[in-house]
């Protein structure tokens, strides 16, 4: 059973920084594009960033210079580096990955369950 854990959430004040984990584990025998989410209250569901397995990357216009997304593909992790932080960028973050659970089956998609990241004096 895959399950994508993540971590590193919390409250920090307007111009700090926080970094997010999302750890994949159960069965995985490939994963491709990874990426993080997020979700403010009253607000859909948004891209932040993407990283393949091959590291390219790509930014929402409106973290870019501030957000650096990573990867370490032996261990099956995603991390997410916010610095300057807004009171804007408040929201539930969700990491999601592409996974391969079979050596000849495709790529589905899976979710975290979110962790609330909080920028307020």
């Known amino acids: 059973q895959v399950q994508l854990v993540e971590s590193g959430g919390g409250l920090v004040r307007p111009g700090g920084s926080l970094r997010l984990s999302c750890a994949a584990s159960?069965?995985?025998?490939?994963?491709?594009?990874m990426g993080w989410y997020r979700q403010a209250p009253g607000k859909q569901r948004e891209l932040v960033a993407t990283?393949?397995?091959?590291?390219?990357?790509n930014y929402a216009d409106s973290v870019k210079g501030r957000f650096t997304i990573s990867r370490d593909n032996a261990r099956n992790t995603v991390y997410l580096q916010m610095n300057s932080l807004k009171p804007e960028d408040t929201a539930v973050y969700y990491c999601?990955?592409?996974?391969?659970?079979?050596?000849?089956?495709?790529?589905?998609?899976?979710w975290g369950q979110g962790t609330q990241v909080t920028v307020s004096s």
């Open positions: 999601n990955a592409e996974i391969s659970t079979s050596l000849f089956g495709g790529y589905r998609t899976y």
């Open positions: 159960g069965g995985i025998v490939s994963i491709a594009t």
């Open positions: 990283i393949t397995r091959a590291g390219n990357t």
